[in-house]
C-alpha cells in the first residue's frame, strides 16, 4: 500500500473547523482513504473512508483532491472530546486480508 | 451489542511466562486481528483471520500464537513472554474488510519484567 504523510501534531480550539491534511502523492486508482482516530487509553475508531469524491457522516467530512494525490478530514466544530491521534491509511481495494497499515499519525489538541 | 471485548484489561508477567490474551466479538465478523502498539507509535499487525480455522501472520508474529475455533473468538497466546512483549495488544474484527470498517476493543496493557 501507498505511503501517507501527516503533521505530527496540530493544534485548534473547541468549536472551531479544524481541517487535518493527508498527503498520499503514490497513490494508486484503487487505493482507498481510510480515516481512524484514536482517543487517549483507547483502541483506534473508524472516522470515515473513501475512493474520489468527498464523503461525509455525522462525525467528519472527507475532502479528496483532484489528482487524489491529498486528502482532508474535517471536524466540522471541534469539542474537547475530539482531542485524539487521527490516522490516514491507504488501502488497495484488492489488498488482500491483511490488515490496516496504522503510522504515527496526527496528534490534535484541541484547547478549551 | 457489546462489540469487542478483550480480557485482561492489565497484565503483569514475568520472563518466561506464558498467557493468553483473550478477545470476543458478537457482531458476527469474519475478519479479526491482533495488533500490538508499542509507546508512541502506530499500531502494528501480529496476525490476523478471515474465518474460523483460518489464520495468517501479519508483521511481527514471532513470540505469538493464535486460534481461531469459532467466529467469536480469536484468543492471543504468548509463549515464554520477553521486555520487548511490553505492549498495549488490540484486538479488532471488521464483516469483511477494510471498506466495512474495524471495530476495537479498548486494549490489555501487558508488561514483562
Known amino acids: 500500500d501507498a505511503k501517507t504523510t501527516q503533521p505530527n501534531s496540530m493544534e485548534s480550539n473547541e468549536e472551531e473547523p479544524v481541517h487535518l491534511p493527508c498527503n498520499h502523492s503514490?497513490?494508486?486508482?484503487?487505493?482507498?482513504i481510510h480515516w481512524y482516530r484514536q482517543l487517549p487509553s483507547q483502541g483506534p475508531e473508524y472516522v470515515i473512508h473513501g475512493l474520489t469524491s468527498n464523503v461525509n457522516n455525522r462525525m467528519a467530512s472527507l475532502a479528496i483532491a483532484e489528482d487524489r494525490k491529498s486528502s482532508t478530514l474535517i471536524l466540522h466544530r471541534a469539542t474537547l472530546r475530539d482531542a485524539a491521534v487521527y490516522y490516514c491509511i491507504l488501502r488497495d481495494e484488492g489488498g488482500g486480508a491483511d490488515g490496516l497499515t496504522f503510522g504515527k499519525g496526527t496528534h490534535l489538541i484541541i484547547q478549551p | 451489542n457489546a462489540g469487542v471485548t478483550q480480557t485482561p484489561k492489565f497484565r503483569i508477567l514475568k520472563i518466561g511466562q506464558s498467557m493468553t490474551l483473550q478477545c470476543a466479538q458478537d457482531?458476527?465478523?469474519?475478519?479479526m486481528y491482533w495488533y500490538r502498539q508499542d509507546p508512541g507509535m502506530g499500531l502494528k499487525l501480529i496476525y490476523y483471520s478471515v474465518g474460523a480455522g483460518i489464520t495468517d501472520k501479519g508483521e511481527v508474529p514471532n513470540g505469538y500464537n493464535v486460534s481461531r475455533s469459532t467466529t467469536e473468538d480469536f484468543p492471543l497466546r504468548l509463549e515464554l513472554a520477553a521486555p520487548s512483549q511490553t505492549s498495549v495488544y488490540f484486538c479488532?474484527?471488521?464483516?469483511?474488510?477494510?471498506?466495512?470498517?474495524?471495530?476495537f476493543g479498548s486494549g490489555t496493557r501487558l508488561t514483562v519484567v
Open positions: 503514490t497513490i494508486s486508482g484503487t487505493d482507498y
Open positions: 479488532a474484527s471488521s464483516y469483511q474488510g477494510p471498506n466495512y470498517g474495524y471495530t
Open positions: 457482531m458476527n465478523h469474519n475478519y
